[in-house]
């Protein structure tokens, strides 16, 4: 098989997969960054991955801007094969953008959303709170309160985006 065919086969046996639960928990979305043109322009790669599964649903390319988050989630209600009848577990970061995006192309979701807020001193963690936009802490599982599944991601990319700014 080619890699587009194998690609459509795991694509569609994950959304089948997603028809069939009765909740979705999403680790969505986030960004990560490069740089363009021998480090003159900073490109953001936005993310989104299922937790559970580790596959990558949707990415939005752009400036690191409320327009993209907006593009991105957009794209991702355009996709969502499952319909507006599945509950769906959302977890970011404490980007702004994500909140308003989130509310406004979720409307006709369900939707329980959680955000992670990290609070650093001199690049060091120091805190990292939960706080629940929609929805009930109860709604979310051990596993779905954080969003290491896509910081991991993140960190596996990162080497490679590093390449193109040679």
């Known amino acids: 098989m080619t890699n587009v065919s194998e690609h459509c086969y795991t694509t569609y046996f994950f959304f089948q997969r997603c028809r069939e639960k009765s909740a979705q928990p ?64 959302v977890t970011t970061d404490k980007l702004a953008a994500y909140e308003k995006a989130i509310a406004n192309y979720f409307g006709k979701v369900r939707y329980a959303y959680l955000q992670i807020v990290k609070q650093r001193r001199k690049r060091r ?4 709170k939960q706080r629940v936009v929609k929805g009930k ?14 910081e991991r991601f993140n960190l596996t990319l990162r080497p490679y985006s590093l390449l193109s700014t040679a």
């Open 26 to 89: 999403l680790d969505a979305p986030d960004e990560i960054w490069s740089y363009l043109q021998k480090k003159k322009r900073q490109l953001w790669l936005f993310i989104i991955l299922e937790a559970q599964t580790k596959f990558w649903v949707n990415f939005e390319l752009g400036s690191r801007t409320s327009h993209t988050a907006h593009r991105l989630l957009q794209n991702l209600v355009a996709l969502m094969p499952w319909g507006f009848e599945h509950f769906l577990l």
């Open 125 to 128: 963690l120091v805190t990292v």
């Open 137 to 150: 802490a109860s709604d979310f599982g051990n596993k779905t309160k954080n969003t290491s599944y896509i």
